[in-house]
């Protein structure tokens, strides 16, 4: 059993604050589920305004700043950049999203040992059999801790036992849209004052060498347009 998160995640490499929360999350995992049933297009544009409308719908007020609020800007993207991710593009069309689940299984052990599982699993990639080859869990935390990455993997452990899938995918979001924006943040300053701030040559350096290894173009692209 392997539930899977590499390539897939990034420690925090700038000190952009993004306000997390499980509102943001929602809205993120409402996006995914609304682009990937087809009810909503996934045009940047389109992705932003729906994003704005969850966040008036849930009784918040949409903000510019991300470190302020919910910033349906920063919220489109994420949910963007998470479905150019090479391990998720490139199963896009197969994936299934908001799939319950349950498993009951007895150990055989004296006495026996009752085991049960129930959830929503956000996505599952199945074969042309319908049998369940992959499941996706999209995480948005901001800074998640090593033992709350740790309680992901087991829980995503859980539902690979309960559906016989052979690979877990644990899909932490928000960081190459982090990267993004410090990328942007570090060129202002170096272009408005660059005696002032030559140091930030080399974080620029370093922060685009990471955001090209998470092979996100829409966040590339984000870069290029942004400078």
Not at 100 to 123: L, Q, R, Y
Not at 136 to 156: F, G, L
Not at 178 to 197: D, W, Y
Not at 205 to 227: E, N, P
């Amino acid at each position: 059993d392997r539930a899977d998160d590499r390539m897939i995640f990034g420690k925090e490499a700038s000190e952009l604050r993004i306000k997390g929360g499980p509102v943001r999350g929602n809205i993120l995992h409402k996006l995914l589920e609304e682009v990937l049933t087809g009810y909503i297009s996934d045009e940047p544009e389109f992705l932003k305004k729906r994003a704005n409308e969850l966040i008036e719908q849930l009784g918040e007020e949409p903000v510019e700043d991300p470190s302020e609020g919910l910033s349906p800007n920063e919220i489109a993207q994420v949910a963007l950049n998470t479905l150019a991710m090479p391990e998720i593009s490139s199963i896009r069309d197969r994936l299934v999203p908001e799939c319950p689940v349950f498993h009951h299984e007895v150990e055989k052990e004296i006495p026996p040992v009752e085991e049960a599982v129930s959830g929503i699993v956000d996505a599952l990639v199945c074969d042309d059999d319908r049998n369940i080859e992959i499941v996706v869990d999209w995480k948005s935390d901001v800074r998640p801790t090593e033992k709350t990455r740790e309680n992901y993997r087991e829980q995503v452990r859980d539902y690979i036992n309960a559906t016989g899938a052979n690979l877990g995918l644990i899909v932490y979001m928000t960081y190459a849209g982090l990267l993004m924006l410090a990328v942007l943040v570090a060129s202002g300053k170096l272009i408005f004052s660059p005696h002032k701030n030559k140091w930030l040559l080399i974080a620029i350096f370093m922060m685009v060498s990471c955001l090209l290894l998470t092979f996100t173009r829409q966040a590339w692209l984000g870069v290029v347009v942004g400078i």
